[in-house]
């Protein structure tokens, strides 16, 4: 079993929507959970981290379930420019190394 | 520049050639990490360093792979007897310890091995 599981999408949703991103993670010691935004040929940049509490940032929310091992990302009013893949990411056994979803790939069309 | 630094941008390699990447870091972090991208994939850790020691390797560094730090600044990362498999993208991510785990990804290395 992966350690990050992610539907890989495509999602095409229209400019306006809100969009909604899933992931498990299969290590129930990870501490830190985070989203990565990658734009085609480019790097992951950081999205977010997020919290058992849940955390939002402008338009973007994401949350944590740990007993369902469960992390979310909510995207609402969508733009084009939030076109991307969208990386779920959870720390490693060892706390250093982070883990990467395979992304869910989001397109936003006019 | 004050970001993560990786040279080449590019390689094509034949075949059972070696290969060499470097990494500069942001210059205060003292922790980079090495990742491997291939299409369709996130990124999946192969090593990282804090200062110059190696303290983590992932089962996907064969013996052909070879990270250093020397002076815990750059890293080099080397790959000996290329293959086919070994085509992909090769990050370089550095962070400070005590930050949130904000990785800062260098643009990556895109190695082709034909």
């Known amino acids: 079993r992966k350690e990050v599981e992610q539907d890989p999408g495509p999602f095409n949703v229209p400019e306006g929507a809100t969009v909604a991103f899933n992931c498990t993670y299969s290590?129930?010691?990870?501490?830190?959970f985070f989203w990565y935004r990658q734009d085609c040929r480019k790097e992951p940049k950081l999205l977010m981290s997020?919290?058992?509490s849940g955390n939002e940032d402008g338009r973007f929310t994401a949350q944590l379930n740990r007993a369902s091992q469960y992390i979310s990302l909510l995207i609402r009013d969508s733009k084009l420019s939030d076109s991307a893949t969208y990386l779920c990411?959870?720390?490693?056994?060892?706390?250093?190394?982070?883990?990467f979803g395979k992304g869910t790939s989001l397109l936003v069309t006019p | 520049d004050t970001g993560v630094s990786q040279n080449p941008r590019h390689k094509i390699t034949k075949r059972g050639q070696n290969v060499t990447f470097r990494c500069d870091p942001i210059?205060?972090?003292?922790?980079l990490y090495w990742y491997r991208q291939t299409l369709g994939q996130g990124p999946e850790f192969l090593t990282y360093?804090?200062?110059?020691?190696?303290?983590?390797k992932s089962r996907l560094l064969s013996d052909r792979f070879s990270a250093e730090r020397p002076k815990g600044s750059f890293s080099t990362l080397e790959i000996q007897r290329t293959e086919q498999g070994d085509s992909a993208m090769y990050l370089c991510?550095?962070?400070?310890?005590?930050?949130?785990?904000?990785?800062?990804f260098g643009s990556g290395t895109r190695l082709t091995v034909v």
């Open positions: 990411v959870v720390s490693s056994n060892s706390g250093y190394a982070l883990n």
């Open positions: 210059s205060e972090h003292n922790r």
């Open positions: 997020v919290y058992s």
């Open positions: 360093f804090q200062n110059e020691a190696q303290l983590e």
């Open positions: 991510a550095s962070v400070n310890t005590g930050d949130s785990y904000g990785y800062t």
């Open positions: 290590n129930s010691a990870s501490q830190s």
